[in-house]
């Protein structure tokens, strides 16, 4: 089986197969990252925490439904670094999108 995925021929084939297969990786990713641009654009640059839906929540890197939840679940919040200080979110992810995000104040 291995000298059979050696071969020149083989390997020219797979490469060929997944170029398709690849290309339409890279502009899925590239609509998901437009998407995600434009929904913090149209709320001002950053997306506020305290009202995002939870699509526009999952545009960004590392949050993903469970995470969203999460972030709904655990509002209001006076500050963003609430996220990792309530235990909302893990640091590496926090540190992914704290630039993206702003968290205004509840309105009483």
């Not at 609509?31 to 009202?51: F, P, R």
């Amino acid at each position: 089986m291995l000298k059979f995925l050696r071969s020149p021929i083989t390997l020219a084939l797979a490469l060929l197969l997944s170029a398709p297969v690849m290309a339409t990786a890279q502009k899925s990713s590239k609509a998901t990252a437009k998407s995600a641009s434009t929904s913090t654009a149209t709320t001002g640059d950053k997306l506020d925490i305290n009202t995002a839906t939870p699509d526009q929540l999952k545009a960004f890197p590392g949050i993903g439904d469970a995470y969203a939840k999460r972030i709904i679940d655990g509002r209001p919040y006076t500050a963003k670094n609430q996220l990792t200080s309530r235990g909302i979110l893990p640091p590496a992810t926090y540190n992914k999108i704290k630039d993206q995000i702003i968290a205004s104040k509840p309105k009483k």
